[in-house]
């Protein structure tokens, strides 16, 4: 049973800083992708920013030069480094395992911006 496990939110101001963390477990023999997503009240679950298995990246464009995504293989880990935080990146974000076979999701961790 693959299990998927976010930490790392929480509250911060304007201007902040953050770093979320994923961790996969469970039978996984390859990787082929890990990301993150959020989701705002009321708003549907977008694209943050994604990394495969070769440290190929792709980031939505309301966060490129704020946040940075990484992996540690070892640690079946990947990692978003959030800064520069604005009102609009409140929401919760969850993280999705992608496996040859189908795709996975953690149960999601808040975060909130707010002066």
């Known amino acids: 049973q693959v299990q998927v496990v976010e930490s790392g939110g929480g509250l911060v101001q304007p201007g902040g800083s953050l770093r979320l963390s994923c961790t996969a477990s469970?039978?996984?023999?390859?990787?082929?992708?890990m990301g993150w997503y959020r989701q705002a009240p009321g708003k549907q679950r977008d694209l943050v920013a994604t990394?495969?298995?070769?440290?190929?990246?792709n980031y939505a464009d309301s966060v490129k030069g704020r946040f940075t995504i990484s992996r540690d293989n070892a640690k079946k880990t990947v990692y978003l480094q959030m800064n520069g935080l604005k009102l609009e990146d409140t929401g919760v974000y969850y993280c999705?395992?992608?496996?040859?076979?189908?795709?996975?999701w953690g149960q999601g961790t808040q975060v909130t911006v707010s002066s």
């Open positions: 469970g039978s996984i023999f390859s990787i082929r992708y």
């Open positions: 990394i495969t298995s070769n440290d190929s990246t």
């Open positions: 999705r395992l992608g496996l040859p076979t189908r795709n996975y």
